[in-house]
């Protein structure tokens, strides 16, 4: 039987972004057939790719059992307390990114990750579109050439960028990525 999946305030709908996925397998941490299995990057010792529950990474069970990680560590953004930083490195699904996922942090606390966009989804949301232009113009690119840039990105595609929302001012942010 299917249960209702935990709530994850820093990556509320991982079903959507593809890392969460129907399935009967069995979790390695709390042996229980739940219904769904976390599909996306974990860091750990041992291989536990396509072997977690979304329950025990709520949790915490899988970060505590395995000293496992769900983000690579990088973060973007204002400086946050450890226990905000913990809860999203240990007990909210990761995403999966071309090169080495990155999480932003806003206003003291873990920036909600909404997936992957491309430039149609981005001209909606020109906070977001600001934040590319600073980061691919901080590459010493010509303001043309970041246009150029920013009209390429693809969410299905490279390049493409990933979405993050403020959970306290609801400012858009993302960044930029490509194999």
Request: overall charge negative; glycine content about 10%; charged content about 20%.
């Amino acid at each position: 039987m299917t249960e209702l999946l935990p709530e994850f305030p820093y990556h509320p709908d991982p079903v959507a972004t593809g890392v969460v996925v129907p399935s009967d397998a069995v979790c390695i941490c709390c042996g229980r057939k739940r219904g769904y299995i976390y599909t996306g990057p974990v860091y750990a010792v041992e291989d536990l790719t396509d072997r977690l529950c979304p329950w025990c990474i709520a949790n915490g069970s899988v970060a505590e059992r395995f000293d496992a990680h769900f983000t690579a560590g990088t973060c973007l953004g204002d400086d946050v307390p450890i226990g905000v930083f913990s809860a999203v490195d240990g007990r909210t699904p990761g995403f999966a990114a071309w090169q080495e996922p990155q999480w932003f942090f806003h206003c003291g606390d873990g920036a909600a990750f909404l997936g992957c966009v491309g430039a149609a989804e981005l001209a909606v949301r020109p906070d977001a579109l600001e934040v590319l232009r600073q980061e691919v113009g901080g590459s010493g690119w010509s303001s043309d050439r970041v246009e150029h840039f920013l009209g390429l990105l693809d969410k299905d595609g490279q390049p493409t960028a990933y979405l993050f929302r403020c959970r306290v001012c609801a400012t858009h942010l993302a960044y930029s990525d490509f194999a």
